[in-house]
């Protein structure tokens, strides 16, 4: 069976995501799209003209500086996954392509000793012996 087969049979099962993978997903489509950063502006801008109804500036700046670091940490460590998914299945395809033209390569490399030398040195450098 090819690489290629088993990636479809892969992908034909299921994604095999489980939920925290599909919200992060979510939340990634969301954050990186230009309405949320207008959500976010609009925040801002009523935190901002809610001074007055704050007892002390001190509360007003640490209710700001409390969310958007909550914020920023929840944000942080979902994006860092979607990336690092992200990053696993690109090296997943790059695998399928390396794989594929060194195949090609060999059905090729029978009367072509640089050749054969050629595919031995692609399947070190990109590793297809060691898949996951």
């Not at 500036?57 to 969310?67: C, Q, R």
């Amino acid at each position: 069976m090819t690489v290629e087969n088993e990636a479809r049979k892969s992908r034909q099962r299921g994604d095999g995501r489980n939920r925290f993978e599909r919200f992060v997903e979510v939340v990634n489509s969301v954050v990186s799209r230009a309405p949320f950063f207008y959500v976010i502006i609009g925040v801002l801008l009523l935190w901002a003209f809610s001074f007055p109804f704050w007892s002390s500036s001190t509360k007003w700046e640490l209710a700001v500086h409390t969310g958007s670091s909550v914020l920023s940490l929840l944000l942080l460590v979902l994006l860092q996954n979607a990336g690092r998914r992200s990053e696993e299945a690109s090296h997943e395809k790059l695998n399928v392509i390396a794989s594929a033209l060194s195949d090609l390569m060999e059905s090729r490399a029978r009367d072509d000793e640089d050749l054969t030398e050629s595919v031995r040195i692609l399947r070190e450098a990109v590793g297809l012996e060691e898949r996951h």
